[in-house]
């Protein structure tokens, strides 16, 4: 199924009078931030706003208080969902105000149009903490032999990836995202993603 498809399902799905919230979750390296990307550049008749979950990391002291190699330390302490949800969800979602800001560090506010589509892309956006702000939501199903290997291309090799896939593996027995998603798709290959039932996700010990 092509990405134009996609974008159908998607738009077909989500209230069409205010603003709407949809996740674009996936392990490290599945291809969130360029499959954001290109749903934004798919012409359409609402604005998009395209926000990033790594914009909201703890500080260094905090995310490794557990040991740089910690997976329950990237599962628990890297991102800082309290400011994630004071400063941009809650007043992006219904009856928000819609002024946010886009990053924890950025001072200054944006105001988002009452009919905007807000695209969220990031790592562990199905916890608990943060599924119920979602209109819509992907997940992109990527195995961790390949999502490994974009990685160490992209960071190089000495990113601590006991840390990242065993996190991930924490996340995946809290959350089954594929489950609570509301669309699946393959995007081992990301220039043809491809609809899956949540079934066939990949799951690797």
């Known amino acids: ?46 604005p998009v706003i395209v926000l990033h979950v ?15 190699h910690s997976p329950e330390g990237f599962w628990l302490d ?3 969902y309290d400011a994630l949800v004071a400063l941009t969800l809650a007043p992006l979602g219904p009856g928000g105000s819609g002024r946010y800001r886009p990053a924890v560090a950025e001072t200054g506010t944006r105001q988002a149009p009452p009919d905007a589509l807000v695209l969220v892309e990031g790592t562990f956006l199905h916890r608990d903490e943060l599924n119920r702000f979602w209109d819509y939501s992907i997940y992109l199903d990527v195995p961790f032999e390949e999502a490994t290997r974009r990685m160490a291309l992209r960071d ?4 601590p990836m006991d840390r990242y896939v065993g996190g991930q593996r924490l996340y995946f027995d809290a959350a089954a995202p ?5 669309l699946v798709v393959d995007n081992r ?17």
């Not at 799905?13 to 490290?28: F, K, Q, S, T, W």
């Not at 790594?54 to 740089?68: I, L, Q, T, Y």
Request: charged share 30%; aromatic share 6%; no cysteine.
């Open 156 to 159: 190089g090799e000495h990113r």
């Open 78 to 80: 890297a991102y800082d």
């Open 54 to 68: 790594d914009d909201f990391f703890h500080p260094s002291e905090v995310r490794h208080a557990r040991g740089r």
């Open 189 to 205: 290959d990301p220039g043809e993603p491809r609809i899956v039932d949540a079934a066939a996700v990949v799951r690797l010990g």
């Open 178 to 182: 594929w489950e609570r998603a509301s």
């Open 1 to 46: 199924m092509s990405l134009d498809a996609i974008v159908a399902r998607l738009r077909s799905a989500v209230p069409g009078d205010r603003r709407v919230l949809v996740a674009i979750d996936g392990v490290g390296a599945s291809g969130k931030t360029t499959f954001a990307a290109q749903l934004a550049q798919r012409p359409g008749p609402r």
